[in-house]
Nanobody
């Protein structure tokens, strides 16, 4: 069992920046990738960004491309999401997830951290 704990959310004005973090409770034998998702009230959960744990390759949703940056610290089993030029439509609960089985999808999820962007 892997527990993921997000932190760093909060309230920020439009145009501002925030960094959210996600720490895994223990080192896994295999971590294939970690990702960030978000869910706004009344909307479905959507993909934000992901990072391949060994190669470091990154993927982003088009809506955040150029504004958000995902990064990792292997030694700390932590993934970060740096969010710049935030917009009110970025307001959501941000959740991280980890793939440790190497099959499609993600195997463990965090509880999420609230990010609110005021206009």
């Amino acid at each position: 069992q892997v527990q993921l704990v997000e932190s760093g959310g909060g309230l920020v004005e439009a145009g501002g920046s925030l960094r959210v973090s996600c720490a895994a409770s223990r080192r896994t034998f295999n971590t294939y990738s970690m990702g960030w998702f978000r869910q706004a009230p009344g909307k479905e959960r959507e993909f934000v960004a992901s990072i391949n744990w060994s190669r470091g390759t990154r993927s982003y949703a088009q809506s955040v491309q150029g504004r958000f940056t995902i990064s990792r610290d292997n030694a700390k089993n932590t993934v970060y999401l740096q969010m710049n030029s935030l917009k009110p439509e970025d307001t959501a609960v941000y959740l991280c997830a980890v793939n440790v089985l190497g099959t499609p999808g993600y195997d463990y999820w965090g509880q999420g951290t609230q990010v609110t962007v005021s206009s």
